[in-house]
Nanobody
Framework: QVRLVESGGGVVQPGGGVLRLSCVASGNVFRIYTMGWYRQAPGKQRELAATITLGENTNYADSVKGRFTISRDTAKNTMYLQMNSLKPEDTAVYYC????????????????WGQGTLVTVSS
């Protein structure tokens, strides 16, 4: 079993609001390939925010470029999302995702999601 747990969500004001999300992978984890942050706003479909490969190549949605920074600590099986200059339209549940995880026993786990953490940007 592989588990992803997000943390760091909360309520911030628009403009100067800053949050840092974390996602920790636990369980049968040896290597995690591409990880990503997705978000789902109320009444909307889930969308990509940012991804990072094992080689730390990053990709961002146009809506967050220049404001969000994705990073990972492979040794700690942890991924981060630094969110600056938050806007009301960034309000959403943010989900951590791993596309492929190789376990300590060699098993391969695919398409793993966390439970999400809520980010609210409001005055």
């Amino acid at each position: 079993q592989v588990r992803l747990v997000e943390s760091g969500g909360g309520v911030v004001q628009p403009g100067g609001g800053v949050l840092r999300l974390s996602c920790v992978a636990s369980g049968n984890v040896f290597r995690i390939y591409t990880m990503g942050w997705y978000r789902q706003a109320p009444g909307k479909q889930r969308e990509l925010a940012a991804t990072i490969t094992l080689g730390e190549n990053t990709n961002y949605a146009d809506s967050v470029k220049g404001r969000f920074t994705i990073s990972r600590d492979t040794a700690k099986n942890t991924m981060y999302l630094q969110m600056n200059s938050l806007k009301p339209e960034d309000t959403a549940v943010y989900y951590c995702h791993a596309d492929r995880v190789v376990g300590l026993d060699g098993r391969v786990h695919l398409d793993i999601w966390g439970q999400g953490t809520l980010v609210t940007v409001s005055s």
